[in-house]
């Protein structure tokens, strides 16, 4: 798998997405290469940008699996851990993009103005694309700060019982509800107050 397959998963090239890639590589390259199939490979992200799409693809670490854990700190930080021996790799982008000209500082400025002409979108995309070919050819030293992590392994997923609410009829997992007035109810229902049993 290459830098495109990426783009066919997450739907266009972008600057995030080169360096989720890298991290994945990098991942892959220091752990070992071998793509989780199930959990034996967790990665725990501090964002949720486009990078993070790369690292699903690249690395097999999904919500789904168990084996992607989700931080909202806003930090450019990924930590991978290998199950069952624990321990890993922690990898802080540090990168540092070209300086920006006056006339690309406009083009930015603009759009997130809600400018969307011709001139705009051509000064932007050629900007990202000026990146992502910065990222791509980048040593792995320019790019990031590594580092090893005693980060303890998060447990193993577990599938719950399902229960319905008695609130919206809706299945909730088991763990995630609340009980009120005498039965079970999903979050959204409990917090919005509408935990009355229906019928």
């Known amino acids: ?29 220091k752990l070992g290469p071998v793509r989780a199939a199930d959990e034996e490979l967790v990665a725990v992200v501090e964002n949720n940008s486009c990078a993070v799409d790369a690292i699903q693809f690249f690395c097999g670490c999904t919500f789904g699996k168990g084996n992607l854990v989700f931080r909202d700190y806003g930090k450019q930080v990924y930590t991978f851990l290998r199950r069952p021996a624990g321990g890993g790799l922690r990898i802080a982008v540090r990168w540092q993009g070209p300086e920006e000209s006056a006339e690309t500082r406009s083009h930015w400025q603009r759009y997130l103005q809600g400018d969307r002409s011709p001139d705009v979108m051509g000064g932007v995309q050629q900007r990202k694309k000026e990146k992502m070919e910065a990222i791509l050819a980048a040593s792995d030293e320019e790019l990031f700060a590594v580092s090893t992590s005693d980060e303890p392994l998060p447990k193993p997923a577990r599938i719950y019982e399902s229960r319905t609410c008695l609130g919206c009829g809706e299945k909730v997992m088991e763990t995630r509800t609340h009980e009120q007035n005498g039965g079970l109810f999903c979050i959204p229902c409990a917090e919005a107050g509408n935990a009355t049993k229906k019928g």
Do not use: E, I, S
């Not at 798998?1 to 590589?25: E, I, K, N, S």
């Open 1 to 29: 798998m290459d830098f495109q397959d990426a783009v066919a998963f997450h739907g266009h090239a972008c600057p995030g997405l080169a360096l989720g890639f890298r991290v994945a590589t990098l991942a892959l390259k």
